[in-house]
């Protein structure tokens, strides 16, 4: 299914541009259906402008938006957050996995904070975060590194458990010490895992962002959002939601370009 | 092993909760920030577990009735697209759209079109949780044998029958990972939904205990939300354990590999 | 004596039963053999060369290398897996300058060691491969030059070539005897080909299953400079390659492995 793990063939050098074009319309012809489909609805009025403002409408309030700057702060804010949020994360629910996948003992502290953790909704700690945070740039931060540490964990943790024993075996007695061992076999074996884990913690990290931002406010993509939507203004509400869904697909096509240039090696991709 | 499920059992939720209990007393922790295990049962008590428990029902009446349409709408349409390139094609980039955008980001879209309330709430929840189970339905429909395709076939049947009685038993386990996934998206949205703007829920109360002030009682509510969760995503595993259980287990597979 | 196994025992407990790999097994090889361990699946033929190589400890008895008692893997030990283990991270040529790297030697001089290796195999101009790259018989080369980069005095063999088709295989098989003969290394092979065992060995010594003990021994007089043809189609290599087999059947039929035909 294309479009949703991963993104469509990018072409290579040698592909006719005739080739790509054909390729590009008979993916996304759907995609183009909707758009117009949209814009001919909301001229014809058959939907009342102030449910769903046309497309050209919405078009021109972002370029409105884009022009005045006041796009620039919420964007700005909001992926400040998910970042910083997302490298804690990655940082603390890697030598989590780690930790678990080499100790018995970690393991056991480990797993039951999982099995509470994973399906206990995060969104409903808001409010405890704004308690022990505010409502800026911390809490915000803090959710984003309570929701991503899982997935990073259990990716990793799944990773190093699963290190085929010979290979710890061959490093050994090609001299590998203990230590030697974790530098320079465990944690490079780990990688395609933990790029595994971070793929999706990426949505997550936004997501967890502009939710934490609708619900508490505190500046950012999400508090604009809601408060576009208080004013019931519906063309910048849609601005956002197309900038939001923008937002997601190129973080996602870096990230995969990070990951092959770091494990492109691997034989899981 | 042995001495290891020691380990765990001391290691147990209760033990957790008495070193919650001490830490706090001891003054550890600022009580402000973090009430003792007895701070928020007394505030359970206070708020009136009847009316918790009712607002609890609320938000689970949206969280199910969200999972259920889009169990529904989901397995049908990732079965349709696995078997058919066409679909597959049409609605492959729509859902890898929605893929991108925060599911929560639609509540304000869908505050302003169905308004505060149980509808808005709930379509939430069926768009949150309709992409992994059509992704993971298109996946385990995708992957089932052909040969176990091809012998259903000569043993005759309609196509809908097919369907119902080989393709889907045989994806039943990715189905589930997919519905299991949607369970928690579902929490997810309808507390985010309830936090945002609404008039019930669990959500609700969270959000206005924590801006009421009352700290000890948004623990509380936070706490039934979790056993809620956690008892929901513990049902739903034995529910597909008993479902699955003629299915052979990856050990047993790898051992015989 | 270059390695000496003594009563060596290990025992395994798999759901609740317990089988015996190794029962108090006795070995010794000399600097410079080629000694191969044949035998049906699973009598614990790897397990002792895993002992040997240190990775697993033994539950009596003990290993000896150069009078030392073996503990835990060391370079003097290579050791080459049936699944190559190789560093799917690294390219062929730093797959070989791993086990260089501790070495010391200027950075310069481990490249060119690294590339005569490279040579060694047949593998030039594959340096810059990862191994997700290479095909099996591939592999098996970089495994087999990885592990002599770090100048081991003995090579343990757990079915190098086990996961290669026939023609490679043979391939391989030439190639590990010219090593062996160019390096005069002591090596103990594992595998489950006959044919394999009487072409490469001197010595061929047959283990039977649950409990895994040694039960004969051969020894392979062959004169290999003769060339392939000449020497697997000779009288000699097939009777002992039938002896062999006839011993390796006897087990497999006793460890129920394999059914006699009944006379018709």
């Given at each position: 299914m294309i479009g949703v793990h991963e993104q469509p063939p990018v072409p290579g050098w040698g592909a006719s541009a005739i080739g790509t074009l054909r390729r590009f319309v008979l993916s996304y012809y759907s995609l183009g259906l909707l758009f117009v489909g949209w814009e001919v609805v909301t001229q014809l009025e058959i939907i009342r402008p102030a449910f769903l403002p046309s497309l050209s409408s919405v078009l021109r309030q972002f370029f409105l938006l884009a022009e005045d700057g006041s796009l620039v702060q919420p964007i700005s804010t909001s992926l400040y957050r998910s970042a910083t949020g997302l490298g804690i994360a990655v940082a603390i629910g890697a030598t989590l996995g780690l930790a678990a996948a080499r100790s018995e003992l970690a393991r056991v502290i480990w797993e039951p904070l999982v099995s509470i953790g994973f399906p206990l909704p995060k969104v409903a700690v808001i409010p405890i975060l704004i308690l022990w945070f505010g409502i800026y740039d911390n809490s915000k931060i803090a959710l984003v590194v309570f929701t991503c540490v899982f997935p990073v964990a259990m990716s990793v943790e799944a990773a190093v458990a699963g290190l085929p024993t010979v290979i710890q075996w061959s490093a050994r007695s090609l001299g590998a010490s203990r230590s030697t061992l974790l530098r320079t076999v465990v944690l490079p074996a780990a990688l395609p895992g933990l790029m595994a884990g971070i793929?999706?913690?990426?949505?997550?990290?936004?997501?967890?962002?502009?939710?934490?931002?609708?619900?508490?406010?505190g500046g950012g993509f999400g508090a604009s959002l809601m408060y576009a939507q208080r004013l019931f203004d519906a063309p910048t509400v849609f601005v956002y939601l197309l900038l939001m869904l923008l937002f997601g697909l190129l973080a996602d096509r870096a990230?995969?370009?990070?990951?092959?240039?770091?494990?492109?090696?691997?034989?899981?991709? | 092993m042995r001495a290891h499920t020691s380990v765990r059992s001391l290691y147990s939720p209760v033990a957790l909760v008495v070193?919650?209990?001490?830490?706090?007393?001891?003054?550890?922790?600022?009580?402000?920030?973090?009430?003792?295990?007895?701070?928020i049962t007394r505030a359970f008590v206070e708020i009136g577990p009847l009316m918790v428990l009712e607002q609890l029902g609320a938000s689970l009446f949206?969280?199910?009735?969200?999972?259920?349409?889009?169990?529904?709408?989901?397995?049908?349409?990732?079965?349709?697209?696995?078997?058919?390139?066409?679909?597959?094609?049409?609605?492959?980039?729509?859902?890898?759209?929605?893929?991108?955008?925060p599911k929560s980001a639609f509540i304000p879209l869908l505050i302003l079109w169905l308004g505060v309330g149980n509808s808005s709430t709930i379509v939430a929840v069926f768009l949150a949780c309709l992409l992994p189970v059509v992704v993971y339905s298109f996946h385990g429909v995708q992957e089932v044998p052909r040969v176990l395709q091809w012998g259903a076939a000569t043993l005759g049947g309609t196509r809908g029958g097919i369907i119902w009685r080989v393709y889907l038993p045989a994806a039943s386990a990715q189905i589930f990972t997919g519905l299991r996934i949607a369970l928690g998206f579902a929490f997810f949205l309808s507390t985010s939904a309830e936090m945002i703007a609404s008039t019930s829920g669990l959500g609700k109360?969270?959000?206005?205990?924590?801006?009421?002030?009352?700290?000890?009682?948004?623990?509380?509510?936070?706490?039934?939300?979790?056993?809620?969760?956690?008892?929901?995503?513990?049902?739903?595993?034995?529910?597909?354990?008993?479902?699955?259980?003629?299915?052979?287990?990856?050990?047993?597979?790898?051992?015989?590999? | 004596m270059k390695i000496t196994v003594r009563q060596l025992t290990r025992t395994f407990s798999r759901d609740g039963k317990l089988t015996t790999a190794l029962d108090s097994v006795n070995l010794a090889v000399k600097e410079?053999?080629?000694?191969?361990?044949?035998?049906?699946?699973?009598?614990?033929?790897?397990?002792?060369?895993?002992?040997?190589?240190?990775?697993?400890?033994?539950?009596?008895?003990?290993?000896?290398?150069?009078?030392?008692?073996?503990?835990?893997?060391?370079v003097d030990r290579g050791v080459v897996f049936q699944e190559y283990a190789l560093f799917p991270w690294l390219t062929v040529e730093q797959n070989i300058l791993y086990p260089l790297q501790r070495r010391?030697?200027?950075?310069?001089?481990?490249?060119?060691?690294?590339?005569?290796?490279?040579?060694?195999?047949?593998?030039?101009?594959?340096?810059?491969?990862?191994?997700?790259?290479?095909?099996?018989?591939?592999?098996?080369r970089v495994a087999l030059a990885r592990t002599l980069a770090a100048d081991p005095d003995i090579l343990l063999l757990d079915e190098p070539l086990g996961a290669l088709d026939a023609q490679t295989r043979e391939v391989l098989q030439d190639e590990l005897l010219r090593v062996w003969q160019r390096t005069g290394?002591?090596?103990?092979?594992?595998?489950?080909?006959?044919?394999?065992?009487?072409?490469?060995?001197?010595?061929?010594?047959?283990?039977?299953?649950?409990?895994?003990?040694?039960?004969?021994?051969?020894?392979?007089?062959?004169?290999?400079?003769?060339?392939?043809?000449?020497?697997?189609?000779?009288?000699?290599?097939?009777?002992?390659?039938?002896?062999?087999?006839?011993?390796?059947?006897?087990?497999?039929?006793?460890?129920?492995l394999a059914t006699q035909r009944a006379p018709a």
């Open positions: 793929r999706v913690a990426l949505p997550l990290a936004l997501l967890a962002t502009f939710t934490a931002e609708m619900v508490g406010g990230f995969l370009f990070v990951r092959r240039r770091l494990v492109g090696w691997s034989d899981q991709l | 070193l919650w209990e001490l830490i706090v007393r001891i003054g550890l922790v600022d009580a402000a920030f973090l009430p003792s295990p007895t701070q949206r969280v199910f009735a969200g999972l259920f349409a889009a169990a529904l709408v989901g397995i049908a349409l990732g079965t349709w697209m696995a078997r058919n390139a066409h679909v597959d094609r049409f609605f492959a980039p729509i859902l890898g759209s929605i893929y991108s955008v109360l969270i959000f206005a205990y924590g801006q009421g002030g009352n700290y000890d009682a948004m623990f509380a509510a936070l706490a039934v939300l979790v056993a809620a969760a956690f008892a929901a995503d513990q049902a739903f595993v034995r529910i597909r354990d008993r479902q699955l259980r003629w299915m052979p287990t990856q050990r047993a597979n790898q051992a015989a590999a | 410079g053999e080629f000694v191969s361990i044949i035998g049906p699946s699973g009598c614990g033929k790897s397990t002792l060369l895993y002992m040997i190589a240190g990775f697993v400890p033994p539950d009596s008895g003990d290993i000896a290398v150069d009078g030392r008692i073996v503990r835990s893997p060391g010391p030697m200027s950075d310069s001089d481990r490249r060119h060691t690294a590339q005569s290796y490279i040579e060694l195999i047949g593998l030039g101009g594959f340096e810059s491969r990862y191994p997700k790259e290479l095909s099996g018989g591939m592999r098996q290394k002591t090596v103990l092979m594992v595998t489950h080909d006959v044919s394999e065992a009487v072409y490469l060995s001197e010595r061929v010594i047959v283990m039977s299953a649950r409990p895994g003990r040694f039960v004969q021994e051969f020894k392979i007089e062959l004169d290999r400079s003769v060339p392939r043809e000449t020497l697997e189609t000779s009288s000699t290599f097939t009777e002992l390659r039938n002896k062999l087999w006839l011993a390796v059947r006897q087990e497999a039929i006793a460890a129920g």
